[in-house]
């Protein structure tokens, strides 16, 4: 193993001993070192990964916002499309209706009396030489080669109705 005597190996057991504390020593310092180092790194880790952790739980509930604020007015746009459109069949039923009871005038005694009153209007408006066409829907056609006035029911009546259009739009707006 060795050339050296016994007695010197006995003198250096000492040493020996020395050495191998101080190795120890150092090897127990240097793996102190290097866990408080690890531990310092972890630590770090975990902070920038509860940071990055907190960024995406932010930009997740961002996004979701964001996702929901687009669903949201989506719904409402659609909501109010079905409204308008709901009003606008309403107002064509009171349309249709107005005229069809416009039309319906016709049939009653006191006809002959406004169709007289429309035609003095047209002559009016139009002059004496215009040319009166009945219309079949009741009322007249007022022509000159220049000019057409439409006296005929169904347009008085939804003409009239247009012009009530902030009192009607209440039956449809409630």
């Known amino acids: 193993m060795s050339d050296l005597s016994p007695n010197a190996l006995d003198a250096l057991i000492p040493l020996r001993a020395y050495l191998a504390t101080t ?28 940071r990055i952790l907190a960024e995406a739980i932010d930009e997740g509930k961002r996004t979701a916002q964001a996702v929901s604020d687009l669903r ?5 746009r659609e909501a109010n499309e079905v409204v308008l459109s709901q009003r606008e069949a309403i107002r064509q039923r ?28 047209g ?14 829907e009741g009322g007249i056609l007022v022509k000159t080669p220049s000019r057409h006035l439409d006296l ?23």
């Open 72 to 76: 949201s007015a989506r719904v409402r």
């Open 23 to 50: 190795a120890q020593n150092d090897a127990d310092s240097a793996h102190s070192a290097a866990q408080a180092h690890a531990d310092i790194l972890m630590k770090q880790a975990e902070g920038e990964r509860d």
């Open 123 to 136: 002559h009016a408006l139009l002059g004496p030489d215009a040319t009166i066409v009945e219309m079949p």
């Open 94 to 121: 009171l349309r249709t209706t107005v005229e069809k009871t416009a039309s319906a005038l016709r049939t009653e005694r006191q006809y002959s009396k406004l169709q007289t009153e429309l035609v003095a209007r």
């Open 152 to 174: 005929s029911l169904p347009t008085l009546a939804t003409g009239t109705l247009d012009e009530m259009t902030a009192e009607v739009s209440a039956l449809w707006t409630r």
